[in-house]
């Protein structure tokens, strides 16, 4: 069956210090992948999406890396800040086709600590 | 503009009562999708739309469930008769350039 798993467990880490999160997908060939950040009581919020040919992508301190034959992703934030904290959620699409049907991860809970 | 717009925040209603969760999303916007978050089963699609057309309603539980699009700036989502596994957050987004997804602020169900 199709799976998308995230770290179910809670990533705690230090102000300054890197966050790696990661997304591991099983039976998908998604097209693209995408990250979107949560806050408590709120929607999910777009940060980045990387496309099947690209290897990695940035934006500001978050960056992205899309491997295809290990389908897996990984998520960084860089010089991480206690506003970092949120859960993170990882999106693949179910068609080979750009439709934006996606499914979502679990997500994991960054907690940057001060 | 102001985001995809979702009514009413906070729902809470007996077993057997008809629920109706409203959206409206992004002007221009052409794909709508509605999902329900649970921590059990995280974020899961229950159906989504392609200029008011439904395209695919393979996640909606079952018939208890329906939703419509009578326009492109206005959708519905309907629980009848609701039952407390129902009890969750239901999400509306529309899509925008490049596929990516824009949320509104939830509707928090809780069915007694």
């Known amino acids: 069956s199709q799976k998308i798993e995230q770290n179910s467990e809670a990533l705690n880490i230090q102000e300054g210090k890197t966050a790696t999160l990661t997304c591991n997908y099983t039976?998908?060939?998604?097209?693209?992948l995408q990250w979107y950040r949560q806050d408590p009581g709120r929607g999910p919020v777009f940060l980045l999406l990387i496309r099947e040919n690209e290897k990695e992508k940035r934006k500001e301190r978050l960056k992205v890396t899309f491997d295809t034959t290990l389908k897996q992703s990984l998520f960084h934030i860089t010089a991480s800040q206690p506003a970092d904290s949120a859960t993170y959620l990882c999106?693949?699409?179910?068609?080979?086709?750009?439709?934006?049907?996606?499914?979502f991860g679990q997500g994991t809970t960054l907690q940057v600590k001060p | 503009d102001a985001g995809v717009i979702q009514s009413p925040r906070h729902e809470v209603t007996e077993m057997g009562q008809e629920v109706t969760l409203r959206c409206k999303p992004i002007?221009?916007?052409?794909?709508l999708f509605w999902y329900r978050q649970t921590m059990m089963r995280g974020l899961e699609l229950l159906i989504y739309?392609?200029?008011?057309?439904?395209?695919?309603d393979s996640g909606m539980p079952e018939d208890r469930f329906s939703a419509k699009m009578p326009n492109a700036s206005f959708s519905t989502l309907k629980i009848q008769p609701s039952e407390p596994r129902d009890s969750a957050v239901y999400f509306c987004?529309?899509?925008?350039?490049?596929?990516?997804?824009?949320f509104g602020s939830g509707t928090q169900l809780s069915v007694l």
């Open positions: 739309f392609n200029n008011n057309v439904p395209i695919d």
């Open positions: 999106a693949l699409d179910r068609g080979s086709s750009n439709t934006g049907k996606l499914i």
């Open positions: 987004a529309s899509r925008g350039r490049g596929g990516k997804l824009f």
């Open positions: 002007s221009g916007h052409d794909y």
């Open positions: 039976n998908y060939s998604p097209a693209y």
